[in-house]
């Protein structure tokens, strides 16, 4: 990424299911009524009784007469965890479909067996596709493992069978297809078609920030009580002696949600550039998930386009010294008009270890994609405690290194700004949003985009426009 001299860093998981008979005494319903079905063959790459981590290699095939949509199907294997506060981490290792459409998440059954207290559920973003009739998705080689790498126990587990070295149909999985139990016998007691759904990753953590962001204005009462500060103060990123003004930050309903407004604006001096920027005051975020729901802007709400602007939404602390390296930063920032030495539109996402302000010296990974993103995006990164994911609309965008995982809390941003006024020579007057939906956090978790649109999806459903239980740091 080219130096950014002008700014502070902003402070930003089955070949063929060749299996063809399904097991009997499944309870087939309306889905497979329907004409649409499918079938899981399994295999173990880890056949021990212990291991280090558990293998289900895993393969579903279409035995209905109807195309099928992946992102309809959910399979489950169920296992007893090695003890009650146990945690599991998902992987894949490869796939015919492509790990990056391949979610894997755990539950808690509700009615625990001898054999049974967990599951792994494997779903599929909409970028896997469909299956037509016959057609199988190919190898899915999976696995998980206890977080803290101790090794696991699979003799006890429901769905393991230490002889399954090869793939065929197996009755110890379940699949579900468009919330209909279409294959297989769950443990007893534990319909996997139950209204609850999986529940979030056992273990700590899950404290949740959520906001609607319901508010009538900047200067809202609610707003400040919720955490959040919107802006005022002087100072970098942006042009030199810009203002921040709180003004251009406003809310209003759109396809009946509240949003967010950025508004960005110039007429080409630095007297007339105005920046908005709303941040958490508490630096109180550092492992879990990470979403919001964005609008970028390619073009000008009025005026001339072109300038160099940068939209964001990112997690930061504070530099306490030129390189220090208990800095970190986490940044989705979108460039419509190029800038840092970029001529078109281009998206960024950055993860930092630390930098010198002066003479500029950067220690990042970044991901790029050189495109327009106009438009509503969801944006989710993860943290844990070995990579940085970065997800656009529920696909993979970039996967960053251990080296630059959090060592401090931090606070969570939203800005918009000009790198600069070189883009655009002209004085008349112009002007640029950003808007946002909603941003959600949750504590020491690792959710999938599918599982972060259900959980906003639950809280909007149940009248709920925010809720902070994060605990302070």
């Not at 009784?49 to 195309?67: F, H, I």
């Not at 399954?164 to 139990?181: C, I, P, R």
């Not at 539109?345 to 220690?363: H, K, Q």
Request: charged share 15%; net charge negative.
């Amino acid at each position: 990424m080219k130096s950014r001299s002008t700014r502070r860093r902003v402070a930003l998981a089955l070949t063929a299911l060749l299996g063809s008979t399904v097991v009997a005494g499944v309870q087939v319903n309306s889905a497979a009524a329907a004409g649409s079905s499918v079938a899981v063959q399994y295999r173990t790459s880890a056949s021990g009784s212990t291991a280090d981590q558990s293998e289900p290699w895993l393969k579903v095939r279409n035995t209905g007469s109807s195309a099928v949509q992946l992102s309809q199907v959910k399979v489950r294997y169920y296992f007893k965890a090695d003890s009650a506060s146990a945690t599991y981490r998902f992987a894949c290792s490869w796939a015919v479909k492509g790990c990056a459409d391949i979610t894997g998440t755990f539950g808690t059954l509700s009615h625990p067996t001898a054999t049974a207290d967990r599951y792994l559920e494997i779903g599929f973003t909409s970028g896997a596709g469909s299956l037509e009739p016959g057609a199988d998705t190919g190898d899915m080689q999976l696995r998980f493992y206890q977080s803290n790498w101790q090794p696991l126990n699979q003799a006890d587990d429901y769905s393991f069978g230490a002889s399954q070295t090869t793939y065929a149909d197996w009755a110890e999985v379940t699949a579900q297809l468009a919330g209909s139990t279409v294959w297989g016998t769950a443990p007893e007691g534990n319909d996997p078609g139950d209204p609850t759904g999986p529940t979030d990753p056992p273990g700590g953590g899950g404290q949740t920030l959520f906001d609607d962001f319901d508010y009538t204005s900047s200067s809202d009462p609610s707003l400040s009580a919720h955490g959040w500060n919107v802006r005022s103060n002087s100072g970098g990123p942006g042009v030199p002696g810009a203002t921040w003004d709180p003004s251009e930050v406003t809310f209003a309903s759109t396809s009946g949600n509240s949003v967010m407004n950025l508004q960005t604006s110039t007429a080409g001096s630095a007297e007339t550039t105005r920046q908005t920027e709303v941040l958490t005051r508490a630096m109180k975020f550092k492992n879990g998930t990470y979403a919001a729901r964005v609008k970028f802007s390619d073009a000008p709400t009025s005026g001339p386009d072109g300038d160099h602007l940068v939209q964001t939404f990112f997690t930061i602390n504070d530099l306490k010294a030129p390189m220090a390296d208990d800095y970190s930063e986490y940044d989705f920032e979108y460039l419509p008009n190029g800038g840092w030495g970029e001529s078109g539109s281009i998206l960024y996402t950055t993860s930092w270890e630390t930098y010198n302000p002066d003479p500029w010296n950067a220690v990042n990974q970044h991901t790029e994609a050189r495109q327009s993103f106009a438009g509503w995006h969801d944006l989710v990164f993860t943290i844990d405690d070995s990579t940085i994911k970065y997800y656009i609309d529920g696909r993979l965008f970039g996967t960053h290194d251990a080296q630059y995982l959090p060592e401090r809390p931090m606070s969570i941003n939203f800005n918009q700004w000009l790198i600069d006024l070189a883009g655009q020579s002209s004085t008349a007057p112009r002007s640029y949003d950003e808007q946002v939906d909603y941003v959600l956090h949750v504590k020491d978790q690792v959710l999938t985009p599918t599982q972060v649109t259900a959980k906003v999806s639950a809280y909007r459903a149940a009248g709920t426009s925010f809720v902070d239980d994060v605990p302070a740091q």
